[in-house]
């Protein structure tokens, strides 16, 4: 079992929709991380809290908004996605050493 | 920019076969190497985390070792068993407080019964 949690497992959206991913974790690691998963790809880094304050912004696209609201939460709002959205997004944490632990992901599917 | 190389790309084995994934990286100035499991539409699972000091770890069947200076990290599975199959990813990763790992491709791994 994962002591990474994400909601929801799979996540179905239209374009104009806003929804919300949801990870949490209580190891209490200092540092939370989201990455995108394209089929057959590696994941890349979006997003990185440290200590609650955004560390990292990999360039993501203002569609996707990340929020902390504590050590042990990390969200990511989405809104007006497209198509090319569609991944595994998954969160990761770590103590103030790696190494990082996963949560299973969310599969998101925009139509 | 550090770029991370996996081979082979896809691998195909025996039950019961030793086998060895390799994985290279062109910036020798990385905090540590991870290896990553991960089976069909989940999650990643650390294997072996490998500090830049150390040349090994071990766990059970697999060993892991580091070549810092040539770029290079092997992963060892002894005695290949069908549970193994799933895709292996390594990971480079530097240090400021948090991690930024950067991901080779994977190696998909199947092994047949």
């Known amino acids: 079992d994962t002591e990474v949690t994400q909601t929801p497992k799979h996540l179905v959206m239209g374009m104009t929709n806003k929804k919300s991913l949801k990870c949490e974790q209580h190891m209490g690691h200092r540092a939370m991380y989201w990455y995108k998963q394209k089929a057959k790809k590696p994941p890349e880094l979006m997003f990185v809290?440290?200590?609650?304050?955004?560390?990292i912004n990999e360039s993501v696209p203002s569609r996707f908004s990340p929020e902390c609201p504590n050590s042990s939460l990390l969200n990511l709002h989405l809104h007006a996605l497209q198509p090319e959205d569609s991944a595994l997004y998954l969160c990761a944490s770590s103590q103030d050493d790696p190494p990082l632990h996963f949560g299973n992901g969310t599969r998101l599917t925009v139509t | 920019k550090q770029e991370v190389t996996q081979i082979p790309a896809a691998l195909s084995v025996p039950e019961g076969e030793n086998l060895v994934l390799n994985c290279s990286f062109t910036?020798?100035?990385?905090?540590?190497l991870q290896w990553f499991r991960q089976d069909p539409g989940k999650g990643l699972t650390s294997l072996l985390l490998i500090q830049s000091s150390q040349r090994e770890q071990t766990s059970g069947r697999l060993n892991a070792s580091l070549d810092k200076s040539s770029g290079r990290s092997t992963l060892y599975i002894a005695a290949s068993q069908p549970g193994d199959s799933a895709t292996y990813l390594c990971?480079?990763?530097?240090?400021?407080?948090?991690?930024?790992?950067?991901f080779g491709k994977g190696t998909m791994l199947l092994v047949s019964p």
């Open positions: 990971a480079v990763s530097l240090w400021a407080g948090y991690s930024t790992l950067t």
């Open positions: 809290y440290s200590y609650e304050k955004l560390s």
């Open positions: 910036d020798s100035a990385i905090y540590n």
